[in-house]
């Protein structure tokens, strides 16, 4: 599989996901670019993207914040750390 092929094969499973915010269906797929890479798995030195599903109504006026909390929360060690 090539990059091409790979990407779309990421954004076919991004937009058959749940809405990140509302768990409604997805419409669009949204893009997070963290300022820490390194959180969420990447090595040292290098970027990470993460896709996720968004519906028309939340894309609207998109809470980020909460996108980001949502992200933090479910890709990093911190759903280990809460009790």
Known sequence: MNQHDAINEVFKSTANSPCILCQGPADF???FTPDSAE???AASGKSRVIFYGICTACA??????AIEEILDYTLTDKKITHH
Do not use: A, L, M, S
């Open 29 to 31: 797929v949204g893009t």
């Open 39 to 41: 959180r969420f798995g």
């Open 60 to 65: 609207q006026e998109p809470d980020f914040d």
